[in-house]
């Protein structure tokens, strides 16, 4: 079965402090991973996923297949960054090839 | 403002009683989900749907029935058999099955 694990519930960080939201994975096969945010009062959307190795407002997610993990990385936090953040897996489970989401990080950026 | 659009954004019901909530997409997506958010759970898939008049359960399916008559619409209803039905449900859908989730806002249902 595939498990996404969240360790974090909250994080919280002062302005310009870097930030690392981790994510560990459990999954068989060769994962496709993603994180998705949530803003206040907008909807759930995605921020990166790992195979297209961008940079999205400055942050970073590597996937590290020998630690099974996808941590999303920023080295500057700002305060718009204030969110709740959610890493999640595509690949095969009992309802087919679905995303599986972790329980999800909130991130608060302080001044 | 296309998108995917969910109503009623509140709900309250009575226990014992049935409640759809409605998920519209202008999008042209194929797929389309249910899921349901609680407080340090994540995301859990209800139900799914692929095309039209086809649906698979998800991993938390029971108590809850979907429909897919077009592709524009899959609504959810919340039977009086869901054990634990106050919670907050999102609408998602996708070009394909494995892409990109597009989010609708959310309707949130309180059982009183």
């Known amino acids: 079965a595939q498990r996404v694990t969240q360790p974090e519930k909250l994080l919280s960080v002062f302005k310009g402090a870097p930030v690392e939201l981790k994510c560990n994975y459990s999954?068989?096969?060769?994962?496709?991973l993603f994180w998705y945010v949530q803003y206040s009062r907008q909807r759930l959307q995605l921020l990166l996923r790992?195979?297209s190795r961008e940079s999205i407002k400055g942050f970073t997610a590597d996937l590290n297949k020998g630690e099974t993990s996808f941590h999303l990385k920023k080295p500057f936090a700002q305060e718009e960054d204030s969110a709740m953040y959610y890493c999640?897996?595509?690949?095969?489970?009992?309802?087919?090839?679905?995303?599986?989401f972790g329980g999800g990080t909130r991130l608060m950026v302080k001044p | 403002d296309g998108g995917i659009t969910q109503s009623p954004k509140y709900l309250f019901r009575k226990e014992g009683q049935n409640v759809t909530l409605s998920c519209e997409q202008n999008?042209?997506?194929?797929?389309m989900y249910w899921y349901r958010q609680d407080p340090g759970q994540g995301l859990r898939l209800i139900y799914y749907?692929?095309?039209?008049?086809?649906?698979q359960k998800g991993d938390i399916a029971e108590g809850y029935s979907v429909s897919r008559e077009k592709k524009e619409s899959f609504p959810l209803t919340v039977t009086s058999a869901q054990k634990n039905p106050t919670a907050f449900y999102l609408c998602?859908?996708?070009?394909?099955?494995?892409?990109?989730?597009?989010f609708g806002e959310g309707s949130r249902l309180t059982v009183l």
């Open positions: 998602a859908s996708s070009l394909q099955i494995t892409g990109e989730l597009f």
């Open positions: 999008l042209n997506h194929d797929a």
């Open positions: 749907s692929q095309i039209v008049n086809d649906f």
């Open positions: 790992h195979i």
């Open positions: 999640a897996l595509s690949g095969l489970n009992n309802a087919g090839n679905m995303l599986t």
């Open positions: 999954y068989s096969g060769s994962p496709e």
